[in-house]
């Protein structure tokens, strides 16, 4: 049995996780809230994008720490409008087709993304997938404690995330596929045995002309 893994940001939709993000702290339960919210999060944009670049467990942990004090209420009341706000209309063109492809082949098709669940779970519905692999807000006293639940979906941490989805749900790694747009994703492409560079980026482009992985534009009109 095979499944096919997707990453999300940069490779099915054209946004990363802090746009989401913003969409909630411009949307707190008022606009005093939203508008503290928004100062920390400037505040720490410096910081942000250093861990950014150097590794990205503890940006989604920095990014994700903005939601601290957030009611679980209002993150599942907004999460439609931030999918419909955000993510459907940044959505590539071609990504609902590439995952019917997948489905039509019978495979199983896994949105795997440091996003929170909650919007992945609505992209997977919107795309037909069949399983999301996200992050979790840590929440106690219906709020938001700013921390992640674990595993923490980020960077390397990606290929065990699949090693054990595969092995739960009965696939051989070595007849999936994998898609990203990041070269910082090569330990997901890697585990599985027909990865794929989707709208790469200049590193994940050349390593994957070196090892004649196929490449996919999903981010340009066709030609």
């Not at 938001?144 to 674990?150: F, H, I, V």
């Amino acid at each position: 049995m095979a499944a096919c893994y997707f990453d999300v940001d940069g490779t099915l939709v054209s946004t990363n996780l802090v746009h989401p993000t913003l969409f909630y702290l411009l949307n707190q339960q008022s606009p005093l809230a939203s508008i503290g919210k928004v100062a920390r999060g400037i505040f720490q944009a410096p910081s942000l994008a250093i861990s950014e670049l150097l590794d990205r467990r503890t940006f989604n942990e920095r990014l994700y720490a903005l939601f601290e004090g957030t009611s679980e209420d209002r993150l599942v009341c907004l999460a439609d409008e931030a999918f419909d706000s955000v993510l459907r209309p940044n959505l590539y063109p071609g990504a609902r087709d590439l995952v019917r492809v997948c489905r039509e082949d019978g495979h199983d098709v896994v949105l795997v993304s440091g996003a929170l669940d909650f919007l992945m779970q609505r992209l997977a519905d919107h795309l037909g997938a069949t399983h999301v692999i996200a992050n979790r807000l840590e929440v106690h006293a219906n709020r938001a404690t700013g921390k992640l639940m674990r595993p923490v979906v980020a960077g390397p941490e990606k290929a065990r995330l699949i090693r054990d989805h595969a092995r739960a749900h009965g696939h051989d790694l070595d007849a999936c596929f994998a898609y990203s747009d990041s070269y910082s994703d090569v330990p997901m492409l890697s585990v599985v045995g027909h990865p794929c560079a989707v709208n790469p980026d200049g590193a994940l482009g050349r390593l994957a002309r070196a090892y004649d992985w196929p490449v996919i534009r999903l981010d340009r009109a066709p030609d």
